[in-house]
């Protein structure tokens, strides 16, 4: 017997990842479940239409880039996953901690080595005809300054709720800070401790699995993410990759990316709660698979396995063990890496993929060295970029794959 699941894709402009997921999954083709059975995916884009709120919806799985910044799709999931028990990527009732606000809350409280944050009020009052009153009454006159130099320059302004680097800035002095504070208008800004580092890991969680990469935040947009294997000793590595999925784990997010800044031994994560991590081909390009082949095997290991969405979130199973008395910060993490398990289901995970791993390897390969890759290659490049980029841009992006159908290949013929 077959049973067939329908993913649905809520996107905003991306094409890329969606027609790679799609064509992976087919190409994969049914699998067999533990019951014995085969298990079949069909993947269709949604679109955005009335809804009653009764409606029976016809997706099994939803992977959601949209609902972050869209309301109408965000009431929708909601309800969704509610009353239909739809599984999602992620869960829009932890959106609200999808502000970096409550990520750095939760890391602090699990005593993670967040940099000093101060959040500071408005600088201009919000548009609402009630707010100038509570402000004239309850926003008492504070001392810039006085913050700004009991964290110490150089400080990191940005939004609580921030991403991709809007109203960033890095101040070195109180006329800096000044200027900053005065541009940030009706954004809610935090101050943070810079980080002097030596490394810049950004980790995407998927799942079960997690991949670090070395990021070059200075860089244009195609080579932010470095190619190097070793990047990290295998203890900072472990630290990294422990401190995602704990983060992942705790608000039950399954799709994210965190950013960690490592100076030495030490390990800051500065920005945690990413609702839309990037996956797009064209800022991927070598782990592109990598993340492509993940995507497809939780989907399909969380429904296959009839995985349920959990829409609580027990905090306290995480703040007893932050509240150990003599569990060093090492002891701590250890533990946080098992709860993570625990939630991630990684054994059984493991297990359900063991036997499949290889013939998902081979169709990706095969995909990704063919000509259809490289149409979806080269379609992606010219809508991303003005068309004189368009030769240097496929040449990059071609050169980057080569370089991965070559490794992999190798990889594959070592331990097949
Ligand atoms: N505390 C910090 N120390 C050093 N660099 C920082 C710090 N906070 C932010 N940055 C730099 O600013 C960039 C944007 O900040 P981030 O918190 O990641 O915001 P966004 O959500 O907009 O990506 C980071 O990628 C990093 O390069
Ligand atoms: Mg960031």
Not at 33 to 40: E, I, N, T, V, Y
Not at 151 to 168: E, L, N, Q, S, T
Not at 378 to 388: D, F, G, I, M, Q
């Amino acid at each position: 017997m077959t049973t067939r699941y329908l993913i649905g894709l809520l996107l905003g402009t991306e094409d890329d990842w969606p027609t790679a997921f799609t064509e992976i999954l087919s190409r994969l083709g049914p699998v067999p479940g533990p019951d014995g059975g085969q298990h079949a995916f069909d993947t269709e884009r949604i679109t955005i239409e009335p809804f009653s709120l009764r409606d029976r919806p016809r997706y099994h799985l939803v992977i959601d880039r949209l609902a972050y910044w869209y309301y109408h799709p965000r009431e929708w999931l909601k309800k969704v996953s509610m009353m239909d028990g739809v599984y999602l990527l992620n869960s829009p009732f932890t959106f609200q901690s999808m502000e970096k606000h409550a990520a750095y809350c939760a890391m602090m409280r699990l005593g993670l080595k967040v940099p000093e944050t101060v959040l500071v009020p408005y600088k201009n009052p919000l548009d609402n005809s009630r707010y100038a009153y509570t402000a004239a009454r309850y926003n008492k006159s504070f001392d810039l300054d006085a913050i700004a130099e009991k964290i110490g320059y150089p400080i990191f302004m940005k939004p609580y709720d921030g991403g991709a680097w809007r109203g960033v800035s890095r101040i070195n002095t109180p006329a800096e800070l000044h200027a900053a504070y005065d541009a940030s208008g009706e954004m809610l800004m935090h101050l943070q401790k810079a980080i002097d580092y030596d490394v810049f890991a950004r980790s995407l969680s998927i799942g079960a699995e997690t991949m670090v990469m070395r990021f070059q935040p200075d860089q244009p947009m195609h080579s932010r993410y470095a190619v190097d294997h070793s990047f990290l000793s295998p203890q900072v590595g472990t630290e990294v990759v422990t401190i995602g999925r704990l983060v992942n784990a705790f608000f039950r997010w399954e799709f994210n990316s965190c950013e960690t800044l490592v100076s030495g031994d030490q390990v800051y994560p500065i920005d945690y709660a990413n609702a839309c991590p990037d996956v797009a081909l064209t800022s991927l390009h070598y782990y592109f698979p990598w993340a492509m082949k993940a995507l497809v095997k939780w989907c399909v290991f969380a429904l296959v396995t009839a995985r349920r969405a959990r829409l609580d979130v027990e905090t306290d199973r995480f703040f007893t063990v932050a509240d150990e008395p003599g569990l060093s910060y090492d002891g701590k993490l250890a533990v946080y890496g098992d709860l993570a398990d625990a939630y991630f289901d990684t054994a059984r995970y493991r297990d359900f993929w063991s036997g499949l791993q290889a013939r998902l390897d081979e169709v990706v390969l095969d995909w990704i060295a063919g000509p259809d890759f490289d149409q979806l290659l080269v379609r992606t490049v010219r809508s991303a970029y003005p068309e004189h980029e368009h030769d240097q841009f496929i040449a990059h992006l071609r050169g980057l794959m080569e370089l991965w159908v070559g490794e992999e290949t190798t990889r594959l013929c070592t331990n097949p």
